[in-house]
Every structure is written in structure tokens, then in C-alpha cells.
């Protein structure tokens, strides 16, 4: 878990706030098992034991600490202009390749009517016999006057 810099910031102005001498805490455990903390010693006949606590940080600490943060503000920002520049640059190497692509036909939704020209089979027609061909026999003609 990483904490903010600006918490971080508030956390060490609150510690540098705190007094440079400090009571001292005890710990101890009832006769029920509980676990107590106090800054005032238990009743005579309880075991005790003091607990450290650590000093504010100095001046010199807090300085240090607010230089990191500021270093680190920096590169963060500093990472995240190189990164909104990568992404431009992809975005606008895509968008050329696009461009490059050829357009895709074009689809119309509803159907169009094309006329197409009616198809005609052959008829079929019996084949005249091979070979040679019979007289057809002649037959005198009417002859206009009587006889």
C-alpha cells in the first residue's frame, strides 16, 4: 500500500507538532486477560512494562522526507507526460494505418432489384432423316378445260 505524498506530508507535520519530550507509556494485562495501555502507572502490585516511543523526526528529517516527495511528484508527472505522449504518437500511427487501408465495399441493407435477361431453352425440334431425299410424288394438275 503506497500513501499519498500529501498524507504523508500531514502525517510528519503532525509527529513534528507533538512536544520533544513525551510521558512514558505503560503496558500491562489484567486479571481478565485485557491488555491496557496508559500513561499513568497501574496499581501497585500489577506487572508493567514500559513501552518506547519513538522521538518526533528533526527538522533535518522532514526536509529530507519533503524533497523525496517532491522528487517523486516530478517523476511521476515526468512519466505520466512520456506516457500521454506514447499514447498520442500509437493513436496517430493507428489512425494512419487506417488511412492506408482500402474502404471497405459497401453493403446496402435492402435489397435492390436488378432485371436480369429471361433465359430461353432451346425448343426442341425432330431432326430431318439423313440421307437422300424422296420425290414427292407428283400428281397431274386440274386441267382448267373440261375434257
Known sequence: MMISPYAFSLLLA??????????????WVD??????????PPLAGVKAE???VLQPPSDEDIKQAEERVKR??????ELENKRLDQE????EEARLREAQQPQPP???ERPVYVPQPIYYPPAHRPRPPVGPRP????EPLPSPLPR
Request: charged share 20%.
Open 88 to 91: 498520442a504518437k500509437e493513436a
Open 135 to 138: 420425290h414427292p410424288p407428283v
Open 106 to 108: 459497401i453493403v446496402i
Open 14 to 27: 503532525g509527529l513534528a507538532g507533538q512536544p520533544a519530550y513525551a510521558e512514558p507509556l505503560y503496558k
Open 50 to 52: 514500559k513501552v518506547k
Open 72 to 77: 517523486t511528484e516530478e517523476q511521476a508527472s
Open 31 to 40: 486479571s481478565t486477560g485485557q491488555v491496557t495501555y496508559s500513561s499513568t
